[in-house]
């Protein structure tokens, strides 16, 4: 994929998909992009945009730096609202954001966390048609804070403000986790670390645009900090296109003679908790014919179980082994898709 210093997401949204996954490094202008979009439609057609991202903490942080920096301003050609000399084409109101047209202030984004899914329905307006999903693919260590199923509420959030006209989703993500849960909910295939360029699925509704941009050294300090970070897992994920933490992980096959310990279900995965010796073993195949446990009951096991707070207790081996390190995968998809029963175990 031939690609310059930064992102050209008009070339990716000219393939008219609903959703649009764009994942870059940092610093590939993914955000700025967007946020110019966003105000330039709002300025000359009045068009409209939601701001997501997972964690309200991450939309309070956000709200205070949206907009701010002064090459995104000149980038934009935004001018901040003076109350005294009553010039100005742009303002912020809580977490709201107001362009001034044809002489009117009329808000061009509103920024919402995952979990205020319920209130978008106040803005129901035909002529927003476009939502900003930023850092969507969290760490699997945060993917356990978020109560709820976030994939569940974001689509809740896209029909409750699609109703009947044409929403846009764009989905901007670094390498933050080994697994895609959006590719996970529509069954697509999780994109290889070495693919580059644009890909569309189911009929072309779903994009991935995947840009392996390394970390630019544009002067001696740069360069300085790359040395610094080499051979760190931070350094991997900066320089060499890892998802983040990944290395330090234990990768190991099950033996052949380890005992099946617990069969899960959980967000679209399946995985398959082995035994031997005290040591265990996490793989993500399952023997359908055996007992699944899931955290929701989803009926598509032959003998599927809920995971039950009193059952914690027969779990206690598996914690140790946990919190002795003792436990292996076969997987860095693995050990991202079993953290929600981590979390189910207050691990």
């Known amino acids: 994929m031939n690609k310059s210093t930064y992102l050209d997401g008009l070339r990716v949204l000219s393939y008219n998909a609903i959703i649009n996954e764009i994942d870059s490094n940092r610093n590939y202008g993914k955000t700025w992009c967007f946020l110019k979009r966003a105000f330039k439609r709002g300025l000359k057609k009045g068009k409209k945009t939601l701001y997501v991202r997972t964690f309200k903490k991450e939309i309070k942080e956000a709200v205070q730096q949206l907009y701010q920096q002064s090459d995104l301003q000149k980038f934009c050609g935004i001018e901040f609202y003076d109350s005294k000399t009553k010039k100005g084409n742009f303002k912020k109101v809580g977490r709201t954001f107001y362009v001034k047209r044809q002489n009117k202030w ?73 697994i895609n849960p959006f590719c996970t909910y529509f069954g697509i295939p999780q994109q290889k670390n070495d693919f580059e360029g644009i890909k569309t699925f189911r009929n072309g509704s779903y994009l991935i645009c995947q840009i392996n941009n390394k970390q630019q050294c544009n002067n001696d ?124 175990l207050s691990i």
Request: glycine share 4%; aromatic share 16%; with cysteine.
């Open 221 to 344: 300090y740069d360069e300085q900090v790359q040395k610094l970070f080499k051979g760190t897992s931070y350094g991997r994920y900066l320089y060499e296109n890892e998802a983040k933490g990944q290395s330090k992980l234990q990768l190991k096959k099950a033996p052949a003679e380890a005992f099946s310990y617990v069969q899960l279900h959980l967000n679209g995965y399946d995985l398959h908790v082995k035994n031997l010796g005290g040591t265990f073993y996490i793989n993500d195949k399952i023997d359908k014919n055996k007992p699944v446990y899931v955290l929701e009951r989803c009926n598509k096991y032959k003998i599927e179980r809920i995971l039950l707070k009193r059952y914690k207790t027969l779990f206690t081996s598996f914690i140790n082994a946990v919190a002795s390190n003792n436990v292996f995968y076969n997987s860095h998809a693995t050990y991202a898709a079993i953290q929600p029963f981590y979390k189910w």
């Open 106 to 178: 009329v808000w061009f984004m509103k920024c919402y966390a995952v979990s205020d899914a319920n209130a978008v329905r106040s803005c129901d307006d035909p002529e927003m048609d476009t939502i900003i999903y930023e850092e969507y693919r969290t760490t699997a260590q945060q993917e356990k804070h978020f109560r709820g199923n976030r994939i569940d509420l974001f689509i809740d959030m896209f029909f409750t403000a699609k109703r009947n006209h044409k929403v846009t989703i764009i989905l901007l993500g670094n390498r933050e986790n080994p």
